[in-house]
Nanobody, 116 residues
């Protein structure tokens, strides 16, 4: 099983980035997919999730700015991040959680830095 994130980088405040997470080795459509992030000195926190049925949920801190989506044909989940703020700086991790269980997988993470 592999979850491979891409799309991170350095962006100025107010800018945008689109993260991708390509999954392999799992039956993608049966997994709830999510994005989490961890800033230095902080615990890992949920950013956004999308269920196998397409229902989404967001952390209050990113509502209205971030959009999570999934393409089951490509086994890929995306995170469109707009109006980025310095406090969005973190390593962003992709997560796959098997429906109805606490069993899942993590990607290796991709760094997002928001700075002028």
């Amino acid at each position: 099983v592999q979850l491979v994130e891409s799309g991170g980088g350095l962006v100025q405040p107010g800018g945008s980035l689109r993260l991708s997470c390509a999954a392999s080795g799992i039956r993608f459509s049966l997994y709830r997919m999510g994005w989490y992030r961890q800033a230095p000195g902080n615990e890992r926190e949920l950013v956004a999730v999308v269920t196998s049925g397409g229902i989404t949920n967001y952390a209050d801190s990113v509502k209205g700015r971030f959009t999570i989506s999934r393409d089951n044909a490509k086994n890929t989940v995306y995170l469109q991040m707009n109006s980025l703020k310095p406090e969005d700086t973190a390593v962003y991790y992709c997560n796959a959680l098997y429906v109805g269980t606490s069993f899942g997988y993590w990607g290796q993470g991709t760094q997002v830095t928001v700075s002028s």
